[in-house]
């Protein structure tokens, strides 16, 4: 059952990304990028140092990713009116549109996720019986708390699993590598959802890294057909992810539990008064 669970919650990640990647225009968002959007929206502003603390990223990973953000028109910055030498993030109008875009289609995500979350919590623990949130979670909440979870999850992998500086995809792939078994190029466009030349890329990234392998020759009745093959490094960070996610077991199933016990649709809070038209963006 805890190998079930682990499957699941990989499975669970990654449509919730997509409906992340749906809303922002963006394609496999990093967890730390989706927690960043769903702290400001709580928050209505938060400070880059906050952003340093709930991501458990450094202050360069952070000001390369507001950096980014504010590219992209989502956000702005501004000195805080208590200290000047702390630098707030808001959302901009057009951020702000599409985070409501996010609420909505985020409600609708974890309203409809309620039995692979139960059977998640169920897997890796049990319900807390005092637990009771039925129908009261906030969805831009709960994913905050979602990806909390993950960050913790991540940075308590041991350096198997994040060396090379494995992301979201890689890991996916790699996992799906080690452990179905021959598993083709193809298989990972679909399950990953992306082009081929993306699949290639991952996999160059994979094998670069010493994590995998392509065989060819090894299908009798296609003697062309690729096969990709985890070694014993690979075999190695794909433990070492399951022993992340155990020794985050109770956090994760407390989490999931939330999900499951909510029943009914994620309550869908009416959208804040926007700081930036409050205080105005500088």
């Known amino acids: ?11 669970f990640n990654d449509q919730m990304t997509r409906v992340f990647d749906d809303a922002f225009g963006t394609h496999w968002a990093e967890i730390e990028e989706i927690l960043t959007i769903a702290a400001v929206v709580n928050g209505h502003f938060v400070t880059t140092r906050r952003l340093a603390e709930i991501t458990r990223s450094n202050r360069r990973a952070i000001s390369r990713m507001v950096t980014r953000l504010r590219a992209e028109e989502l956000v702005v910055t501004r000195p805080s009116d208590a200290d000047k030498r702390v630098v707030e993030v808001i959302l901009t109008p057009h951020g ?5 875009v996010l609420r909505n289609s985020m409600a609708e995500f974890f309203a409809g996720s309620t039995e692979i979350a139960l059977e998640i919590s169920e897997g890796l623990g049990s319900i807390p019986a005092e637990l009771d949130v039925a129908g009261s979670a906030d969805a831009m909440d709960l994913l905050q708390r979602v990806c909390e979870a993950g960050v913790s999850l991540v940075r308590s992998m041991p350096d198997a699993a994040t060396q090379g500086q494995l992301a979201a995809r890689q890991r996916a792939a790699l996992v799906q590598i080690a452990t179905l078994g021959g598993v083709r190029p193809n298989d990972l466009a679909t399950s990953l959802e992306v082009s081929r030349a993306g699949v290639a890329y991952i996999v160059d990234q994979l094998c670069a890294k010493g994590y995998v392998i392509r065989r060819r020759g090894v299908v009798t009745e296609d003697r062309r057909a690729v096969i990709l ?15 992340g996610i155990e020794s985050q077991r109770e956090m ?3 989490v999931f539990a939330e999900i499951a016990l909510s029943g009914q649709p994620v309550v869908v809070a009416e959208p804040a008064p926007s700081r930036t038209q409050a205080h105005g963006a500088r």
């Open 1 to 11: 059952m805890r190998g079930r669970a682990m499957e699941l919650l990989g499975s």
């Open 229 to 243: 093959e985890a070694t014993a490094e690979g075999v190695q960070a794909v433990h070492a992810v399951m022993g």
């Open 96 to 100: 702000e549109r599409l985070a409501e």
């Open 252 to 254: 994760l199933a407390r």
